[in-house]
């Protein structure tokens, strides 16, 4: 029996599949795993962690695993790629050969899971963000995706950061006013006072502002005005992207799937609103799936078919 392993290495979270030809036989869950944000001692770790957990659920040993299909933002880079192959092989210690080892971009397997070989657009928003669609003539697209510093609107880094800029914002202009966003970002960082947010907030390295997501999106639950307006920015920025692959892959069609992934997704139902509404309002040929896509599917799915290749 076949056994096929596949891989979603996130920045915040690595999720793992093992399965046979048609059933999941284990799941794994650990720590991030993209090589680029965490550096190459973590990624190994959250590697070998969430591979080996997988395993003991199954009931099987890493050995057994003959095909391997690693999802990660960044594969596109070989030296990511060799890099984290090489990594899947330590764990595995067993026969397979690299070229059973599959390292494809986080795009390219939730596509996968939301669609198959199938046409439509994935909108992706976590600790960064992105776009990826194919249309019916197979013809594949992104947009967005390239880096903190100059894109990813609307993932967890940037409402951390937008946050951040909001709650000094509203300081600024009403430095007598209990900003509560300012007390909640700063327990957050473990810091006492606004002089101590700043350089914080400015320092190089950048801190992970990403973490601060979970503290914007329960002061925004609680009706919190500045948080609730930075999640409605978010989706309506992660709804431009998707537009940009309606113009460029799908100019004519009647209908275009749309689905989402992502734990800025999960999360919130004010991002998912305002991005429905954004997209629709200028593409009413769209056709969106509420339910969230998990990624690591689609690599479990990859797997299984580059053993039949």
Known sequence: MAIFLGIDGGGSKTSCLI???????????????????????????????????????????????????????????????????????????????????????????????????????IVIAGTGSIAYGRNSEGQTARAGGWGFAISDEGSGHWIGRTAVAAAIGAWDEHPEQNVRLIEILLKSWHLE?????????????????????????????????????????????????AGILFRRLFPNSDTVPVAMSGGVFGSSALVRQFFYNSLCSGHPNAVLNPSLIEPVRGALELARKGAAK
């Open 19 to 121: 399965g046979d030809d048609t059933s999941v036989l284990g799941v794994g869950t650990g720590g991030a795993s993209n090589v680029v944000r965490v550096g190459e001692a973590q990624a190994r770790e959250s590697l070998s962690t969430t591979i080996r957990q997988a395993c003991r659920v199954a009931k099987l040993e890493p050995s057994q695993i003959s095909c391997v299909c690693v999802g990660l933002a960044g594969a596109a880079r070989p030296e990511i790629s060799e890099l984290v192959k090489d990594m899947v092989s330590e764990v595995i210690a067993g026969e397979i050969k690299p070229s059973e080892i599959e390292v494809v971009g986080d795009m390219v397997i939730a596509l996968e899971a939301a669609f198959g070989s199938g046409p439509g657009v």
């Open 193 to 241: 006072t606004i002089e101590q947010l700043v350089p914080a907030a400015n320092a190089t390295p950048p801190p992970d502002f990403a973490a601060l997501f979970p503290s914007v999106l329960a002061l925004a639950d609680s009706g919190d005005r500045i948080a609730r307006d930075v999640l409605a920015q978010a989706g309506t920025h992660l709804a431009n992207p």
